[in-house]
């Protein structure tokens, strides 16, 4: 099992950036892939972007692509979310989740992929 902790969230005026970090610790997090979601006030926790285990695939939504950059330091076993031009519609609690897998190649964008989560970090935008 893995255990995830992130940090970084905070408040920020829109246009402004923030980065995210998650903290795994336990098995060796290179063999997982990673991800992360978000959860808006009275909205449904949604997929932001994910990351493959080796680093070389991403995949990110609609909404935050040209934005938003995840990337790992699996010598560090941490994973990050860069976020840039953030805007107000980004206020959520953040939350990374990992998975493990047999391919290191590949991403994983379904929350029901994903076997342990963080407890989250809030990120508020105002305009």
């Known amino acids: 099992q893995v255990q995830l902790v992130e940090s970084g969230g905070g408040s920020v005026q829109a246009g402004g950036s923030l980065r995210l970090s998650c903290a795994a610790s336990?098995?060796?997090?290179?063999?997982?892939?990673m991800g992360w979601f978000r959860r808006a006030p009275g909205k449904e926790r949604e997929f932001v972007a994910a990351?493959?285990?080796?680093?070389?695939?991403?995949a990110y939504a609609d909404s935050v692509k040209g934005r938003f950059t995840i990337s790992r330091d699996n010598a560090k076993n941490l994973v990050y979310l860069q976020m840039n031009s953030l805007k107000p519609e980004d206020t959520a609690v953040y939350y990374c989740?990992?998975?493990?897998?047999?391919?290191?190649?590949?991403?994983?964008?379904?929350?029901?992929?994903?076997?342990?989560w963080g407890q989250g970090t809030q990120v508020t935008v105002s305009s």
């Open positions: 336990g098995r060796t997090a290179s063999s997982y892939a």
């Open positions: 989740a990992t998975k493990a897998v047999l391919f290191y190649t590949n991403y994983y964008t379904q929350e029901k992929d994903y076997s342990s």
């Open positions: 990351i493959s285990a080796s680093a070389t695939s991403t």
